[in-house]
């Protein structure tokens, strides 16, 4: 029997579950997931202590703590040293951002695309490459040592993001999100922890919701990772290593300082912290800056992919590995690749090494610079966070709307967004913000239709 009395006591969750189940701890996580997912027990909701709970239900400490295991490795559940065990805010979002069609009568503003301007290029280059005499190699099984000049193409690519490198550290993946999942996958067990920005990537979420490997929301200061809070995460939350995008941070649009990137680099040292450097968007800088990688070359996975900058639909990025996990990666790689695509790896490579991509990069930044001039234009009364050179802004809403309501009023008037509550990680709190994609919707004349439609909107939540 319980030691106390429960009957008038105060406790944010009283389960019912029938004790003749076996295995006792899989029924409390069946109940417990199930009032989560019905509403019952809403984001954010701090749960009983442990101990208390075990002694409400007659139960022994251990199977309380396998039942929120259970759900904890399922993303429903956010666990942090002295604070307590809630409901993730992220536990019912949809992290899947692109739709298998596109939205039927709606304005695309919420997938991240750049603008099409690389396709003619792109098609020349591939119509010469197929009027080789030996084209038909292009079709075959890629080879590692017939990639050598490859590997060169993706130093080069990699140097003008910000990190020097070498060929010997250059794996090939079918695009970042795949690079993520080979890293998570080989540095990581189930039940292991993992810090990012309490906004981040949803394709981290998926992927590690898939491996059962967990978040841990890293707090921000001035809209960068905090330095003092990963520290804290090292030396409380038990967290193997942390993922980030220094540049145009996805979904806040923000870059983080040099002088972040060497303190963040320095921890990660200290705490032998792997480092999973994100660098979809570092090209999109017109100055570039140093890669967290350079100031922690044995910490960090520096992972360039290829369809935020050139094209959406070249699914491939280089990812320059230390040499303690060269091997690993390379092995999860393989198992969930065999091989990338000789053909686009070969598109790949003559367009870095042409320095057509330059051109290409170039002729993105002018379209990207034009639309967010006139995001700036519509947008001008409200805190939209980003620069004229990136492909998405992070709109902060006025008045008590949440990211989620504004993401369905959007959707209603025609226009496709993003909510904060699609990023969030863990019990973090979701910004009120909504994600706006400035170059998805295809010609300037969408985009402007879209914007009068957001910022209808807006006033009417003033």
Partial sequence: MPINSFENYPMSWKPSIDKTKKPIYQALAGQLEEDILNGVLLPGTKLPPQRELADYLDLNLSTISKAFKVCELKGLLSASVGSGTFVSY??????????????????????????????????????????????????????????????DA?????????????????????????????TLASLCKPGDRIGADHHTYPGLKTVAAMLSVQIVPIKSANNEMSPSAFEYACKNDKIKGIYLIPDYHNPKACCMSVENRKVIAAIAKKYNQFIIEDATYH??????????ASFAPDQAIYIASLSKSIAPGLRLAYAAVPSRFKEQISKALYNLNISVSPLLAELAARTIVSNQFETIIDVH??????????????????????????????????????GAEFERLAAQHGVQVYAAERFVVGNSCPERAVRVAVCAPETLEELEQGLMILKRLLNDLT
Avoid at 99 to 113: H, Y
Avoid at 376 to 400: H, M, V
């Fill in 154 to 182: 993706a130093v080069k690519l990699i140097r003008r993001g910000g990190f020097e490198t070498t060929v010997d550290h250059i794996l090939f993946a079918n695009g970042g999100q795949n690079a993520i999942a080979a």
């Fill in 365 to 402: 930044r002018e379209q990207t610079i034009r639309r967010n001039q006139v995001v700036n234009r519509y947008l001008e009364d409200y805190t939209c966070l980003g620069t004229d050179s990136g492909i998405f802004r992070w709109l902060l809403l006025p008045g008590k709307t949440t």
């Fill in 90 to 151: 992220d536990a019912l979002s949809n992290a899947y951002l692109l739709e298998e069609t596109k939205p039927k009568q709606l304005i695309e503003m919420g997938a991240t695309l750049p603008d099409n301007a690389s396709y003619e290029p792109l098609l020349l280059q591939l119509k010469s490459m197929l009027q080789e005499t030996d084209y038909e190699r292009w079709f075959g099984y890629g080879r590692a040592g017939e990639s050598l000049w490859q590997k």
């Fill in 283 to 292: 090209l999109h800088n017109e100055k570039t800056l140093p890669a967290v």
